[in-house]
């Protein structure tokens, strides 16, 4: 078994950094670093929470789609990323307050979540459990 401690962090290809970079401050990441995003290194954001994301760019091949999730044909990649909010109901205020558009929710025993798109339609969902956290997510039927 390959001893992970931890996820290091999550790499975004995005099209227009200061778009990119102005909609993750406002879920709350910081600018640590940007050493030369144009010349293909990554633009370096950090939450609170201690989760960093590396916006990589620039993007070659302008599209209003997301290849992964909003085509007919299923290729393999990362589809997203889910984070976990300490509530749902304060993340859709937030979301409401900060004009984010909800794309979609689902939910499975005590969990339940919403989805929403970067400027480059890349999937973020935010997930909120109930009282306890369960080890076995049970039923996954119902997932979009």
Request: proline share 3%; glycine share 10%; charged share 25%.
């Amino acid at each position: 078994m390959l001893r992970i401690e931890s996820v290091n962090h999550v790499g975004i290809r995005v099209s227009d950094k200061q778009q990119s970079i102005g909609f993750y401050e406002r879920l709350g990441f910081s600018l640590l670093s940007d050493v030369g995003f144009e010349k293909g290194h990554p633009v370096i954001m950090k939450h609170a929470s201690g989760v960093v994301l590396n916006l990589l760019g620039p993007a070659t091949v302008a599209d209003q789609t997301n290849i992964l999730m909003d085509v007919d044909q299923k290729y393999t990649g990362i589809t997203h990323v889910a984070l976990t909010v300490t509530s749902l109901d304060e993340t859709r205020d937030f979301l409401e307050q900060s004009g984010i558009k909800i794309t979609g929710s689902f939910s499975f025993g005590n969990m339940a979540a919403v989805f929403i798109r970067d400027p480059d339609r890349n999937v973020i969902e935010l997930d909120a459990y109930g009282d306890d956290k369960p080890d076995d997510m049970g039923d996954y039927s119902n997932h979009p």
